[in-house]
């Protein structure tokens, strides 16, 4: 089956530095990648939409030059957390989809945690 | 974003017990789905509906796109140990193709 998979699976960063998370589609073309957080005892929340090829799509409140995401390949997409503070600590899942009417395959989920 | 309204939040069940939880919405979904996590991992597929009306098996999970397009409900019979995690619903409305995530269902057996 589809697998997509999300590195690293858990960062710790000093605040201010900036992270990059990766999740690479591995069997599949991904032509739109979603990312997402997730709080403890929460559910998950979407930031942003990306194309391939394309600007992404941030919700409402996720400031995009904070969150900078790239999805420059059919099989790759990136997260990067800018100048991460500890309110940026979290768990990131990504999630890809080869289109309308398709599945939707997650990452394993990335913990961050901004000390 | 928005959110589904998924019911129960938590269940705390004996071993070979039946469980069941739903997911309502104000928004009409084309795509209903039904996602379990458990800690530090990202959510796997349990179930996909696609169609009102649909009701999907899948082992001992049982699945219903509600005629509405508003709701649906998961089963799971003769619960196991193995079954604690949380479950999630999620819907994708008509236009689009993001997904609405329910706030999750935590589940927890008794052996």
């Known amino acids: 089956g589809a697998v997509v998979s999300q590195h690293p699976s858990w960062v710790i960063c000093k605040s201010g530095t900036s992270v990059k998370i990766e999740c690479r589609s591995l069997?599949?073309?991904?032509?739109?990648m979603f990312w997402y957080r997730q709080f403890p005892k929460q559910s998950l929340m979407l930031m942003a939409t990306?194309?391939?090829?394309?600007?992404?799509?941030?919700e409402q409140g996720v400031e995009k030059d904070k969150f900078l995401i790239n999805h420059a390949s059919l099989t790759l997409s990136t997260l990067t957390v800018t100048s991460a503070h500890p309110e940026d600590s979290s768990f990131y899942i990504c999630?890809?989809?080869?289109?309308?009417?398709?599945?939707?395959?997650f990452g394993s989920g990335t913990r961050l945690t901004v000390v | 974003g928005q959110q589904l309204n998924q019911s129960p939040q938590s269940m705390f069940i004996q071993e070979g017990e039946d469980v069941s939880m739903n997911c309502t919405s104000s928004?009409?979904?084309?795509?209903w789905l039904w996602y379990k996590q458990e800690p530090g991992e990202g959510p796997v597929l349990l179930i996909a509906?696609?169609?009102?009306?649909e009701l999907t098996s899948n082992g001992r999970l049982t699945a219903q796109f509600g005629i509405t397009r508003k709701d649906s409900f998961l089963n799971i019979s003769a619960s196991i140990p193995s079954d604690v995690g949380i479950y999630f619903c999620?819907?994708?409305?008509?236009?689009?193709?993001?997904?609405?995530f329910g706030e999750g269902t935590q589940l927890t057996v008794n052996p």
């Open positions: 999630s890809g989809t080869v289109g309308l009417g398709y599945g939707y395959t």
């Open positions: 069997d599949f073309q991904a032509t739109t």
């Open positions: 990306s194309n391939e090829g394309s600007k992404a799509t941030y």
């Open positions: 928004s009409i979904f084309n795509t």
């Open positions: 509906l696609y169609k009102a009306g």
């Open positions: 999620a819907g994708r409305e008509t236009s689009g193709s993001r997904l609405t």
